[in-house]
């Protein structure tokens, strides 16, 4: 078990090393703000779309900046999903076949190195880093705490926004969760994930421009309907509280 005081420390050096990856974005948000005006950006973005994604590895494969390494993702995504979904293939049987194919081709080369005149390939040590576990406990931690925040503000608040809009989205979860299993949900949001952001990139003026009518719309329609209705069953459920008491 973690001590809290070591929890501490390791999240003051994760979030340290976090700011001193967006210090190094400085020069491209700066060139940014630059090029283009900072307003009437989709949901009030005054940064880069790749300094948004994170600014690093992540970033580069989601917007397709390191092709390779994004192909490679990509198809690794693919064959996993065909596997498993298409094929029928279990994730205990795969893991199996896959560990003795490995060992197989170790023994195989370890005992016949000799005979081909090679050097037999050592043992070799293999030691995950402490402080990969405890950054892993720290980010889960965030973001557990931060859902549970989420939570509480939508779930006892009095925010009607905030609440249809959580209720909308898990209905439509509901509904895409009778469509498709769950592993195929998770590849449609990877293939959306890869896809989107560059598009959106590649396309960001017109997009941000279209996304600013749509919400204004958006934002006059549900003026007409927190008038007309939700203002109403607000009067209504209070007056039936106060009759209550």
Same mark, same amino acid.
């Not at 509904?175 to 990877?190: A, D, E, N, P, Q």
């Given at each position: 078990m973690l001590d809290p005081v070591d929890v501490d420390i390791a999240e003051s050096d994760f979030l340290k090393d976090e700011c001193d990856g967006y210090e190094s974005s400085? *020069?491209?948000?700066?060139?940014?703000?630059? +090029?283009?005006?900072?307003?009437?950006? &989709? $949901? #009030?973005?005054?940064?880069?779309?790749? =300094?948004?994604?994170? #600014?690093?590895l992540s970033a580069d494969i989601i917007l397709w900046r390191n092709k390779q390494i *994004?192909?490679? =993702?990509?198809?690794?995504?693919?064959?996993?999903? !065909? !596997? $498993?979904?298409?094929?029928?293939?279990?994730?205990? %049987?795969?893991?199996?076949? @896959?560990?003795?194919?490995?060992?197989?081709? !170790? $023994?195989?080369? *370890?005992?016949?190195?000799?005979?081909?005149?090679?050097?037999a390939t050592e043992?070799?040590?293999?030691?995950v880093p402490q402080h990969l576990f405890?950054?892993? +406990? =720290?980010?889960? %931690? #965030?973001?557990?705490?931060g859902a549970l925040r989420t939570?509480?503000?939508? @779930?006892? #608040?009095?925010?009607?926004? +905030?609440? &249809?809009?959580?209720?909308a989205l898990l209905w439509v979860l509901s509904v895409f969760g009778?469509?498709?299993?769950?592993?195929s949900f998770l590849y449609i949001v990877f293939v959306l994930l890869m896809t989107v952001p560059l598009l959106y990139e590649s396309l960001e003026d017109s997009v941000d421009t279209f996304a600013e009518k749509a919400?204004?719309?958006?934002?006059?329609?549900?003026?007409?309907?927190?008038?007309? =209705? &939700?203002?109403?069953?607000?009067k209504r459920v209070i007056s039936y509280n106060s009759k209550q008491q």
């Amino acid at each position: 078990m973690l001590d809290p005081v070591d929890v501490d420390i390791a999240e003051s050096d994760f979030l340290k090393d976090e700011c001193d990856g967006y210090e190094s974005s400085d *020069s491209e948000i700066d060139n940014y703000c630059m +090029a283009f005006t900072c307003k009437n950006r &989709l $949901f #009030g973005r005054q940064k880069p779309l790749h =300094v948004v994604l994170g #600014g690093g590895l992540s970033a580069d494969i989601i917007l397709w900046r390191n092709k390779q390494i *994004s192909a490679y =993702v990509s198809m690794g995504a693919t064959v996993i999903w !065909l !596997l $498993f979904e298409k094929i029928g293939y279990h994730f205990l %049987t795969f893991v199996c076949h @896959a560990t003795i194919i490995f060992m197989v081709a !170790l $023994f195989l080369w *370890s005992n016949l190195a000799s005979y081909i005149s090679m050097t037999a390939t050592e043992i070799p040590e293999i030691k995950v880093p402490q402080h990969l576990f405890v950054r892993t +406990a =720290v980010c889960l %931690t #965030g973001l557990y705490n931060g859902a549970l925040r989420t939570f509480g503000h939508v @779930a006892f #608040g009095r925010d009607w926004r +905030a609440f &249809l809009s959580a209720v909308a989205l898990l209905w439509v979860l509901s509904v895409f969760g009778r469509w498709y299993s769950f592993l195929s949900f998770l590849y449609i949001v990877f293939v959306l994930l890869m896809t989107v952001p560059l598009l959106y990139e590649s396309l960001e003026d017109s997009v941000d421009t279209f996304a600013e009518k749509a919400l204004n719309e958006i934002q006059k329609q549900y003026a007409v309907l927190d008038e007309k =209705v &939700l203002q109403k069953l607000k009067k209504r459920v209070i007056s039936y509280n106060s009759k209550q008491q």
